[in-house]
């Protein structure tokens, strides 16, 4: 056995995770890959082909560059707990008037604790995957910060994971940018991992249409909500819409009504079936309320604190001050930010370090009107 330790490696057959495991191997850890199968793509019922991390071709890749480095690759099929934690959790926020983020749930949920599992039965200290982030050990904590490449980084999708699960997982590529990733799979002669396709897709929507999702998971789902109101902010109705599930907020593409002005759906009333449109600037919030939290810089929030928050994954961030009162953290924006969806996970960052995050459980229009 290695003296630097056995690592299990989560190996999705893209070119990130694909040279993480290189990179382990290479510095000499006794290296085990593992693919997990999470979603089987005929059981979604959409019309894309099958590609992406689950699919045989990536398993494929994954094993291949596992026999040519001499190192053992296993498949681990999580279609079961899957299913019944993140598809039925996206199913229901959407139920429930909100947008669910499946890839940071099933991240902290799902693929770290079947992973450390795995790992325990196989002798492994670490496990490994190929996401651009970095952690520290400091005062105690482990400490998420930003991945080297700021266009890559993935820290915004880690904010779940636990301090104990932290403790023992690595990420090879934090201190790299994405063309060195790629120049070093060229180095070793793996080319064709430099021209494979990557997906931002959701993993069991191949088709990138959640609606269509939500009508073949629901039996008479478009009956139960067809006929709702589309409101503006004052309650006045301007329309029919499709049914308050098939909406999100921030929306403006797709919402088949003219008003005479840009409209976004600025709120989702589940209760009513009714989808609140208004301007780009009624879309604006002063703050919101984050529930669920994971902390990773600090054990909690001590008074006031000065941050940068994302409110979604390609958010640039936007600069507040958050409180924590119980389990809940407040959010004070100083100028508005727009499309703050609840469902949706908050991120909180001093400089390149993840404080923690939560999810959304809503927004407020005034300061005044926090309490």
Same mark, same amino acid.
């Given at each position: 056995?290695? #003296?630097?330790?056995?690592? =299990?490696?989560?190996?999705?057959?893209?070119?990130?995770?694909?040279?993480?495991?290189?990179? =382990?191997?290479?510095?000499?850890?006794?290296?085990?890959?593992?693919?997990?199968? #999470?979603?089987?793509?005929?059981?979604?019922?959409?019309?894309?082909?099958?590609?992406?991390?689950?699919?045989?071709?990536?398993?494929?890749?994954? @094993?291949?560059?596992?026999?040519?480095?001499?190192?053992?690759?296993?498949?681990?099929?999580? @279609?079961?707990?899957?299913?019944?934690?993140?598809?039925?959790?996206?199913?229901?926020?959407? =139920?429930?008037?909100?947008?669910?983020?499946?890839?940071?749930?099933?991240?902290?949920?799902?693929?770290?604790?079947?992973?450390?599992?795995?790992?325990?039965?196989?002798?492994?200290?670490?496990?490994?995957?190929?996401?651009?982030?970095?952690?520290?050990?400091?005062?105690?904590?482990?400490?998420?910060?930003?991945?080297?490449?700021?266009?890559?980084?993935?820290?915004?999708?880690?904010?779940?994971?636990?301090?104990?699960?932290?403790?023992?997982?690595?990420?090879?590529?934090?201190? =790299?940018?994405?063309?060195?990733?790629?120049?070093?799979?060229?180095?070793?002669? %793996?080319?064709?991992?430099?021209?494979?396709?990557?997906?931002?897709?959701?993993?069991?929507?191949?088709?990138?249409?959640?609606?269509?999702?939500?009508?073949?998971?629901?039996?008479?789902?478009?009956?139960?909500?067809?006929?709702?109101? %589309?409101?503006?902010?004052?309650?006045?109705?301007?329309?029919?819409?499709?049914?308050?599930?098939?909406?999100?907020?921030?929306?403006?593409?797709?919402?088949?009504?003219?008003?005479?002005?840009?409209?976004?759906?600025?709120?989702?009333?589940?209760?009513?079936?009714?989808?609140?449109?208004?301007?780009?600037?009624?879309?604006?919030?002063?703050?919101?309320?984050?529930?669920?939290?994971?902390?990773?810089?600090?054990?909690?929030?001590?008074?006031?604190?000065?941050?940068?928050?994302?409110?979604?994954?390609?958010?640039?961030?936007?600069?507040?001050?958050?409180?924590?009162?119980?389990?809940?953290?407040?959010? %004070?924006?100083?100028?508005?930010?727009?499309?703050?969806?609840?469902?949706?996970?908050?991120?909180?960052?001093?400089?390149?370090?993840?404080?923690?995050?939560?999810?959304?459980?809503?927004? %407020?229009?005034?300061?005044?009107?926090?309490?």
């Amino acid at each position: 056995m290695s #003296t630097k330790g056995r690592v =299990l490696v989560a190996m999705s057959g893209g070119i990130d995770s694909s040279v993480a495991a290189v990179m =382990l191997h290479e510095q000499g850890y006794e290296v085990i890959g593992m693919t997990m199968k #999470t979603w089987d793509y005929n059981s979604s019922g959409g019309s894309k082909k099958e590609t992406g991390c689950c699919s045989l071709d990536s398993i494929n890749d994954a @094993r291949d560059i596992a026999v040519n480095l001499g190192f053992p690759h296993y498949i681990l099929d999580i @279609r079961e707990e899957f299913g019944d934690y993140v598809i039925n959790h996206f199913t229901n926020e959407y =139920l429930d008037g909100r947008t669910p983020n499946p890839c940071v749930l099933c991240n902290t949920h799902i693929k770290w604790d079947a992973l450390l599992r795995r790992a325990d039965k196989l002798g492994c200290d670490f496990i490994a995957t190929g996401h651009y982030a970095n952690i520290r050990e400091e005062n105690g904590r482990f400490v998420i910060s930003k991945g080297k490449d700021e266009n890559k980084d993935q820290s915004y999708a880690l904010w779940g994971i636990s301090q104990e699960s932290l403790s023992r997982t690595m990420f090879p590529l934090g201190n =790299l940018h994405k063309t060195e990733i790629r120049q070093m799979a060229i180095d070793r002669g %793996f080319t064709a991992l430099v021209n494979k396709s990557e997906s931002y897709e959701i993993c069991f929507v191949p088709d990138n249409d959640y609606r269509g999702f939500l009508k073949r998971r629901v039996d008479g789902l478009e009956e139960k909500v067809k006929g709702g109101e %589309f409101v503006l902010e004052d309650g006045t109705v301007v329309g029919k819409h499709e049914g308050y599930p098939f909406y999100t907020v921030g929306q403006r593409k797709g919402l088949g009504i003219a008003l005479g002005f840009p409209a976004y759906v600025i709120e989702i009333n589940k209760e009513k079936n009714q989808v609140v449109l208004g301007t780009f600037d009624e879309l604006a919030r002063d703050g919101m309320y984050v529930d669920q939290l994971n902390l990773s810089k600090f054990s909690t929030v001590d008074g006031r604190i000065d941050t940068v928050t994302k409110v979604r994954y390609n958010d640039a961030g936007s600069p507040a001050v958050i409180e924590q009162v119980g389990d809940t953290i407040k959010v %004070f924006f100083g100028k508005g930010v727009s499309a703050i969806a609840p469902g949706q996970a908050a991120v909180f960052y001093d400089g390149n370090d993840v404080i923690g995050g939560g999810w959304i459980k809503s927004s %407020f229009h005034q300061l005044a009107n926090a309490k």
